[in-house]
């Protein structure tokens, strides 16, 4: 889900978030399971509930068919809107990395997946695009040029990404185990990801969404979506670690709350959303 805008922090605030952003969390959350056009009255009418305006949601919806993610078609004076092949793709991905209960968290065969990859301080877009693939694939940068994750399944995921940019011919990348020299495997984990503010942030949507009562059946679907967006944010900072690397981690029980939260909440929302959108 990388076409998405990645956090600047843990913190970002809704209003920092792009439209274009919120809006593939729309499309992921509202209009994916349903695999109909979804006219674009529909999505501005949930745009607006996220707080941003028509003109945001207008261009945001053009970005985002101009990324090839959905396509138009005309039916009399309306705009209809279909997912591409390639949003269906990323919403797959995204929706087992960032809601599936299914990974295990307590098996690993001790094995990291360790990539070197320089980029000069002048190639800033370069930069950023590789940092928020990266990050989306679990890596953690313990020091400048150094990315590691333990979900070495991932390594070709990585390398596309790598080679997307044109960084392979300076790239090198192993897996194995860390060993007797160096840091432990402790401090790697300390220094690659800042836990302690993905745990805040954790807190924070927790005290924000848990025990939440809805007065419409709109605040719910909005409620629904925004917490859906967060968590696939969190996916930037929190790479769902091994236990072993981090016991006791109170992130860990905080995210599985949170998308329980969501899976609760997803019915009556999907309810009012097909009311909104108009499908049978």
Same mark, same amino acid.
């Given at each position: 889900?990388?076409?998405?805008?990645?956090?600047?922090?843990?913190?970002?605030?809704? /209003?920092? $978030? =792009?439209? &274009?952003?919120? @809006?593939?969390?729309? *499309?992921?959350?509202?209009?994916?399971?349903?695999?109909? +056009?979804?006219?674009?009255?529909?999505?501005?009418?949930?745009?607006?509930?996220?707080?941003?305006?028509?003109?945001?949601?207008?261009?945001?919806?053009?970005?985002?068919?101009?990324?090839?993610?959905?396509?138009?078609?005309?039916?009399?004076?309306?705009?209809?809107?279909?997912?591409?092949?390639?949003?269906?793709?990323?919403?797959?991905?995204?929706?087992?990395?960032?809601?599936?209960?299914?990974?295990?968290?307590?098996?690993?065969?001790?094995?990291?997946?360790?990539?070197?990859?320089?980029?000069?301080? /002048?190639? $800033? =877009?370069? &930069?950023?695009? @590789?940092?928020?693939? *990266?990050?989306?694939?679990?890596?953690?940068?313990?020091? +400048?040029?150094?990315?590691?994750?333990?979900?070495?399944?991932?390594?070709?995921?990585?390398?596309?990404?790598?080679?997307?940019?044109?960084?392979?011919?300076?790239?090198?990348?192993?897996?194995?185990?860390?060993?007797?020299?160096?840091?432990?495997?402790?401090?790697?984990?300390?220094?690659?990801?800042?836990?302690?503010?993905?745990?805040?942030?954790?807190?924070?949507?927790?005290?924000?969404?848990?025990?939440?009562?809805?007065?419409?059946?709109?605040?719910?679907?909005?409620?629904?979506?925004?917490?859906?967006?967060?968590?696939?944010?969190?996916?930037?900072?929190?790479?769902? *670690?091994?236990?072993?690397?981090?016991?006791?981690?109170?992130?860990?029980?905080?995210?599985?709350?949170?998308?329980?939260?969501?899976?609760?909440?997803?019915?009556?929302?999907?309810?009012?959303?097909?009311?909104?959108?108009?499908?049978?």
């Amino acid at each position: 889900m990388t076409d998405a805008d990645p956090p600047t922090s843990t913190k970002d605030a809704p /209003s920092t $978030r =792009s439209a &274009r952003s919120v @809006l593939i969390t729309v *499309l992921g959350e509202l209009v994916e399971p349903y695999g109909q +056009p979804v006219r674009t009255a529909a999505l501005l009418y949930v745009m607006k509930g996220l707080g941003f305006g028509a003109h945001a949601g207008r261009q945001a919806i053009a970005r985002t068919g101009s990324s090839g993610l959905i396509a138009a078609r005309r039916d009399g004076r309306e705009t209809l809107w279909t997912l591409t092949d390639k949003a269906h793709r990323l919403f797959t991905e995204g929706d087992v990395r960032v809601f599936s209960t299914d990974i295990d968290t307590t098996q690993w065969d001790g094995r990291w997946l360790v990539v070197n990859v320089p980029i000069p301080e /002048s190639h $800033r =877009s370069t &930069r950023k695009k @590789l940092y928020a693939a *990266l990050r989306w694939a679990g890596f953690g940068n313990p020091t +400048p040029g150094v990315w590691v994750t333990p979900h070495t399944g991932r390594a070709a995921e990585a390398a596309k990404a790598i080679d997307a940019l044109g960084l392979t011919a300076n790239t090198v990348s192993f897996i194995g185990t860390t060993a007797a020299a160096g840091i432990s495997e402790e401090e790697l984990v300390r220094r690659s990801w800042d836990l302690d503010a993905a745990e805040d942030a954790y807190a924070a949507l927790l005290e924000r969404f848990d025990s939440h009562t809805f007065g419409s059946d709109d605040e719910l679907l909005f409620n629904h979506v925004e917490l859906a967006d967060a968590l696939r944010r969190m996916t930037y900072v929190d790479p769902r *670690l091994p236990e072993v690397l981090l016991p006791d981690w109170r992130g860990q029980r905080a995210a599985k709350r949170l998308r329980d939260l969501r899976a609760e909440w997803t019915p009556a929302a999907h309810t009012r959303w097909r009311d909104i959108a108009r499908l049978e």
